[in-house]
Each structure stands twice: as structure tokens, then as C-alpha cells.
């Protein structure tokens, strides 16, 4: 079985705080800094608290990534809000499973790939802001699919789904690149959810209303 090396693609340095949180971290910074040198200290004080929560929100940890033969992860942190069976998904034109993971503005928003593969599609599309926790948001909100081909002969489709506040979804990794268990591969900006499709030979591992960690926390298992 082919291997891949787990590639950082969402930060390039020690630091753990997602790359493309930096010019917003540096705008409130600098604002927060400029009111406090002509002496607007309460203006000052507000941006300084808002430097602190943005540089929360684009946090990176690292996350230890479970070995187990045919352990799926999740893509996202968040609570678990719906496990459905559909009739159709991105890149599915069979039955499928649905895990839809709801995070909110305090969750970890830098997503990883469930499993070892390699990227079939990468597919971008445009649509409304609707709240993401809401069942209509999977078909109409702005989102982007991945489809993984597995080591193991199946595929899985990862769907981030832009919410009311997010205005923003980044994805870091193209169509044809090899991808790892626990991979970064992108996030959305300021509260979302992260649909997964599995096949219906899945044995599915988590409950609604479970809150799991990207990367870390098994959702199911390939058989």
C-alpha cells in the first residue's frame, strides 16, 4: 500500500495558527495599537480583545491521527447535527450515508481529510449564506466538494458548507494530489459546517449530537 507523508498545506511555520489568519490578526493588532497611541483606550482595548479572539479562531493544533485499519476521521471539529441516508451526493450516483458536523465560532475551523487517498474531483460552488445548521444548507449554501478515491477501492465526498457568517471557505489541496489520514486541507472562516459521504458499507461510529475533533475522532470504519 502506497504511503503518503501528511502535508501541511494550512500553516508553513511552528507556529500554530493558520496562514491565512495572519492579515486579519495583524489588521486589529494594528488598529488596536493606533487607537491606543492617540489615545482611544477603549478603542484600543476592543480591537486588542478582537486580535486575541481571531488568532483563537485560525488556532492549528496538532492532533494525533488514529492508525486503525479502516478508520475514518472527521473532517471537522464540531457536533455531530444529522446522520441520514441519501439518495444522492457529491460524486455519489448511488445510495450514501451523510454525517453533517456543525461548528460553531469556537471550534478548531481548519478541516483534514478522513482518509488516505488520493483527490478525484475538487468542485466549487457558489450560493447563498443561510445558517449552516439548517437541513436546506447542504443544497443551497456556497460550498466546495472533495472527492477522495481510497487506498481501499471506495470513495469518500467532503463537502464544506459556508454558514451565515462565513463568507470564506479555503482549500488548499488540487484534483490528483496523493493525500494522508489526518491531512489538512483547508478551513471556512468564521463558524460552518463540513458534510462527509460515506458509502452505504460503512460502519458508522459516532451519534447526532457527538462532538468530535478533526483528525482525531473516528466516525466509522471501511470494511
Same mark, same amino acid.
Given at each position: 500500500?502506497?504511503?503518503?507523508?501528511?502535508?501541511? +498545506?494550512?500553516?508553513? !511555520?511552528?507556529?500554530?495558527?493558520?496562514?491565512? *489568519?495572519?492579515? @486579519?490578526?495583524? /489588521?486589529?493588532?494594528?488598529?488596536? /495599537?493606533?487607537?491606543?497611541?492617540?489615545?482611544?483606550?477603549?478603542?484600543?482595548?476592543? %480591537?486588542?480583545?478582537?486580535?486575541?479572539?481571531?488568532? @483563537?479562531?485560525?488556532?492549528?493544533?496538532?492532533?494525533?491521527?488514529?492508525?486503525?485499519?479502516?478508520?475514518?476521521?472527521?473532517?471537522? &471539529?464540531? +457536533?455531530?447535527?444529522?446522520?441520514?441516508?441519501?439518495?444522492?451526493?457529491?460524486? @455519489?450516483? #448511488?445510495?450514501?450515508?451523510?454525517?453533517?458536523?456543525?461548528?460553531?465560532?469556537? !471550534?478548531?475551523?481548519?478541516? +483534514?481529510?478522513?482518509? #488516505?487517498?488520493?483527490? %478525484?474531483?475538487?468542485?466549487?460552488?457558489?450560493?447563498?449564506?443561510?445558517?449552516?445548521?439548517? &437541513?436546506?444548507?447542504?443544497?443551497?449554501?456556497?460550498?466546495?466538494?472533495?472527492?477522495?478515491?481510497?487506498?481501499?477501492?471506495?470513495?469518500?465526498?467532503? /463537502?464544506?458548507?459556508?454558514?451565515?457568517?462565513?463568507?470564506?471557505?479555503?482549500?488548499?489541496?488540487?484534483?490528483?494530489?496523493?493525500?494522508?489520514?489526518?491531512?489538512?486541507? *483547508?478551513?471556512?472562516?468564521?463558524?460552518?459546517?463540513? &458534510?462527509?459521504?460515506?458509502? &452505504?458499507?460503512?460502519?458508522?461510529?459516532?451519534?447526532?449530537?457527538?462532538?468530535?475533533?478533526? %483528525?482525531?475522532?473516528?466516525?466509522?470504519?471501511?470494511?
Amino acid at each position: 500500500m502506497e504511503q503518503h507523508r501528511i502535508v501541511n +498545506r494550512v500553516r508553513n !511555520n511552528p507556529i500554530p495558527i493558520a496562514r491565512s *489568519g495572519y492579515p @486579519f490578526i495583524l /489588521v486589529s493588532a494594528m488598529a488596536a /495599537v493606533g487607537f491606543a497611541l492617540i489615545g482611544f483606550e477603549t478603542i484600543a482595548i476592543l %480591537g486588542a480583545v478582537a486580535a486575541l479572539f481571531i488568532t @483563537f479562531f485560525f488556532r492549528d493544533p496538532e492532533r494525533r491521527v488514529p492508525k486503525a485499519p479502516g478508520a475514518v476521521v472527521s473532517p471537522a &471539529d464540531g +457536533r455531530v447535527i444529522s446522520i441520514e441516508a441519501v439518495s444522492r451526493a457529491p460524486f @455519489f450516483s #448511488e445510495p450514501c450515508r451523510r454525517i453533517s458536523i456543525f461548528m460553531t465560532v469556537f !471550534n478548531v475551523h481548519v478541516n +483534514r481529510v478522513p482518509y #488516505e487517498g488520493r483527490i %478525484g474531483a475538487v468542485e466549487y460552488r457558489p450560493g447563498s449564506f443561510m445558517a449552516a445548521n439548517r &437541513d436546506r444548507a447542504s443544497e443551497l449554501n456556497e460550498r466546495n466538494a472533495i472527492l477522495v478515491n481510497t487506498e481501499r477501492g471506495t470513495k469518500i465526498s467532503v /463537502v464544506q458548507v459556508a454558514g451565515w457568517i462565513a463568507r470564506r471557505i479555503v482549500c488548499a489541496i488540487r484534483e490528483n494530489e496523493p493525500v494522508a489520514r489526518g491531512e489538512r486541507f *483547508g478551513l471556512i472562516r468564521f463558524g460552518s459546517r463540513v &458534510d462527509v459521504y460515506l458509502p &452505504d458499507t460503512v460502519s458508522v461510529h459516532v451519534k447526532v449530537g457527538q462532538r468530535v475533533k478533526a %483528525g482525531a475522532s473516528i466516525i466509522g470504519y471501511l470494511k
